[in-house]
């Protein structure tokens, strides 16, 4: 692994020094997030700070190097207590574990025609599950569905492993395809994330059909996916195969121009041989409460079945931008066979950019 880790650095530094591309673009994102988490049924409180690096820099025609960085400051992690949220399988409001800095993504992406292609180490979220209404809620099934990431922990929080991944945009109007085959654990850690041990790890693929419609218009998003793999689970037990599959659906019921829209979101997945058999959400959610694009509502209610305990969540959120801020309340409810509590979460995010274009020696 450690041939491959210089393999990889020397390629990057490689392309980065070729001059044969057309022009020079370089884009850089940063994103500060503070939260605040109170369990108020349990009186805990806690405070996580998030700090998320993006860097793109084009290579030659079509060529992206991209990289992106992920630090995680979690204060009841640090000094050794307990979580405000228990531990077990409690979706509705999870706390992310404490990372001084993981990799995130890193490698080269070509785009040929309607074709993107990547190589290098990638966490799956923003790939298969992240969507522009979706994005808005806060608990943790936003990122990855329970049903997935129980059974197959290669992608779990901010966890990336080396891989490929493929996207085609088949037609001109929305319709698209994207798979992906990943190492079948993943890393936060520097000298393992760019490891590819498909025996003693195994492998995983995913694949997903989705159907996208023009933005602010009445076509919303709908996808289905599926993934199979042979994965070692975390505690270093025997490999264990498992498939799981799943639907979104984005439908907008209202429009009005660019600014104000209403959405209903729909999603759900299914895995007969893991622990969490069955999910499903349903909720709305609402765009330009106060004024065209600057502020977001929305509610979700959610359900997962599992083996012994199941779990029924609700989410209320309200998030409001302006230029660079982000300011986004939440409460949630988390109800299983043994507990019911209520949780809420106070976050503020700070994005900057910075990009530059220029054209470059030929």
């Known amino acids: 692994m450690k041939t491959l880790k210089i393999t990889l650095c020397a390629l990057a530094l490689l392309v980065l020094s070729t001059q044969t591309y057309a022009q020079s673009h370089t884009s850089l994102d940063m994103v500060y997030t503070t939260v605040g988490l109170w369990n108020a049924t349990d009186n805990r409180a806690n405070m996580i700070n998030i700090v998320d690096v993006a860097l793109d820099q084009s290579l030659w025609s079509g060529a992206t190097l991209e990289v992106n960085m992920l630090s995680v400051n979690n204060m009841r992690n640090l000094m050794g207590e307990i979580p405000t949220t228990p531990d077990g399988g409690v979706f509705g409001s999870v706390e992310r574990v404490s990372i001084p800095l993981s990799l995130f993504k890193f490698g080269i992406e070509q785009v040929a025609g309607r074709t993107r292609n990547f190589i290098g180490v990638r966490n799956i979220h923003s790939d298969y599950f992240v969507t522009p209404w979706n994005s808005l809620y806060t608990a943790a099934v936003n990122g990855l569905l329970p049903t ?215």
């Open 148 to 362: 997935l990431s129980r059974q197959m922990p290669f992608a779990n929080s901010a966890g990336a492993a080396l891989g490929l991944h493929f996207e085609w945009d088949i037609t001109r109007w929305g319709l698209s395809y994207k798979s992906s085959l990943y190492n079948g654990r993943a890393s936060t850690r520097w000298d393992e994330v760019f490891r590819f041990r498909p025996r003693r790890d195994g492998v995983v693929c995913l694949s997903e059909l989705a159907m996208e419609g023009a933005p602010d218009s009445y076509v919303g998003i709908y996808k289905i996916g599926a993934a199979t793999g042979r994965v070692r689970a975390d505690d270093d037990s025997d490999k264990s195969y498992g498939g799981s599959y799943w639907a979104q659906v984005e439908q907008p019921l209202y429009v009005e121009g660019e600014g104000n829209a209403v959405a209903l979101i729909l999603r759900g997945g299914y895995a007969s041989k893991n622990l969490w058999q069955g999910y499903w959400g349903a909720g709305f959610a609402w765009r330009g409460v106060a004024g065209p694009s600057v502020d977001y509502l929305g509610a979700l209610v959610t359900r997962t079945w599992h083996k012994v305990e199941c779990e029924t969540a609700v989410e209320v959120t309200y998030a409001y931008t302006w230029r660079w801020l982000t300011v986004q309340p939440s409460v949630h409810w988390v109800h299983t066979s043994s507990a019911s509590r209520w949780f809420g979460e106070l976050r503020a995010s700070l994005a900057f950019n910075y990009t530059t274009q220029k054209k470059a020696p030929q």
